[in-house]
């Protein structure tokens, strides 16, 4: 199903389908093109908001997590990309080493595991499961609900590679978000395909860089295809640290200016919801210290009782309105990449109805799987816009490859070898 859109203004959003559909054949060589001289990242999952009037990424992750949502039928794309993709870094590979989270914190975590373990055993390879948590000293073995077990074994250093005792990987994926900075285990490994690379970490990365890159994406394809490219990106600004007042003004002013800039554009289009900004963490994963405001007045107010993010680096974001409804409840599309290919998604719900509402920051939140039964994934040009799920969804994997895309500017531009050889 297509989740209800509860605003009137579903002109602009409908016309952008229409408009992707019509262009579909543009839009696949724009794609190619793109990939013949960027390498995409290996897997990304890509937040989206739809407000009826705009359809923009709010968050990319390059160590996506969730994979356990997908149903059934999106698990045979998620297997040909993965061979695609190994096939393409490493033909010969025939182990691969799984690097999760240190610290599993339940069913979902591991069950999320047990999938990636599953995709890529499909794939033809051999999978285990290492953890680099200095804590773990032995091999656990974790039993799930549906009774499949999955085994964590202590990742080993042996010279210049990392393996398991009995099992030496020429490939080791990396599903962890690497929040306390890059362990010296992982750090000189010239004989292994480490993917991601160590710089697509949370202490090298910064949403701003990304945000930054996607603009300049989102400029060219909107050109391309004959639109305002605001309509698919969100407008942003970051502020850098300071010292007591002086990073509050930082603050303020970059809030005033993606305010001011919102405001027109509203204007401009004739909408007439009141604009607000998302302040994130720029250098962090965490996004539990999320702010939201209308106005630069209420940040005296957020900072006295201290509902800012703990960084003292920031990125102030448009805030883009969820119309999307799942009986109800606010919904935001999740769409999952792997290689350079949408393999599937979710929608991140929330029982809250206010349109402001930030899914991700919600420990409550459920995931329902996007409409994505058997073949019906593929577009169903004719369709009157908003009627068809598939439709909708190829509209979803556009703007979701877009920032896959904007991540692979952002790799390559922090990428240390291309740096010395600058």
Avoid at 17 to 45: C, G, K, N, V
Avoid at 58 to 64: G, N
Avoid at 191 to 199: G, H, R, V
Wanted: glycine content about 6%.
């Amino acid at each position: 199903m297509v989740p209800h859109l509860i605003t009137a203004l579903t002109g602009p959003i409908n016309e952008l389908e229409q408009r992707m559909l019509d262009a579909m054949p543009a839009i696949e060589r724009w794609f190619r093109l793109e990939w013949m001289e960027h390498t995409p990242p290996f897997y990304t999952s890509v937040a989206l908001r739809n407000a009826g009037f705009k359809l923009a990424p709010v968050d990319t992750s390059l160590f996506p997590h969730g994979w356990h949502n997908l149903t059934p039928e999106m698990l045979p794309l998620a297997v040909q990309a993965a061979m695609a993709a190994i096939e393409k870094i490493c033909p010969e590979a025939r182990n691969l080493l799984i690097i999760p989270e240190n610290h599993l914190r339940g069913p979902s975590d591991l069950a999320d595991v047990a999938q990636l373990q599953h995709i890529f055993n499909l794939a033809g390879l051999n999978v285990r499961v290492g953890s680099i948590d200095p804590e773990l000293k032995k091999s656990i073995s974790y039993t799930l609900p549906g009774g499949e077990s999955v085994e964590v074994e202590p990742a080993l250093r042996l010279r210049r590679r990392v393996g398991l005792k009995h099992f030496d990987p020429c490939t080791i994926l990396l599903n962890n978000e690497l929040t306390a900075g890059a362990p010296g285990i992982l750090e000189e490994l010239y004989e292994q395909y480490l993917l991601p690379p160590l710089q697509a970490g949370w202490t090298v990365r910064r949403r701003s860089r990304h945000f930054q890159s996607y603009e300049d994406v989102g400029k060219r394809f909107g050109k391309m295809l004959g639109i305002d490219h605001w309509l698919i990106h969100p407008i942003s600004a970051n502020a850098e640290a300071g010292s007591g007042k002086k990073s509050l003004d930082a603050l303020r002013a970059a809030v005033d200016l993606v305010l001011t800039k919102v405001r027109r554009k509203y204007k401009e289009y004739g909408i007439g919801e009141k604009p607000f900004v998302v302040i994130k963490a720029d250098d962090a994963a965490d996004s539990a210290g999320v702010a939201l405001l209308r106005d630069v007045r209420e940040l005296e107010a957020l900072a006295e009782d201290a509902r800012l993010p703990r960084s003292g680096h920031w990125l102030v974001q448009e805030g883009v309105l969820t119309q999307e409804r799942m009986h109800e409840a606010v919904a935001e599309p999740v769409v999952y990449t792997m290689d350079r290919y949408v393999v599937g998604g979710v929608y991140r719900v929330h029982a809250a109805t206010d349109a402001t509402a930030v899914v991700a920051c919600s420990h409550d939140a459920r995931y329902v799987p996007l409409a994505f039964e058997h073949s019906t994934h593929l577009p169903q040009p004719g369709v009157r816009p908003g009627a068809s799920a598939p439709n909708r969804f190829y509209m979803y994997g556009v703007v979701a490859r877009l920032a896959m895309l904007a991540a692979s500017y952002e790799l390559e531009a922090t990428d240390p070898e291309l740096q010395e050889l600058a």
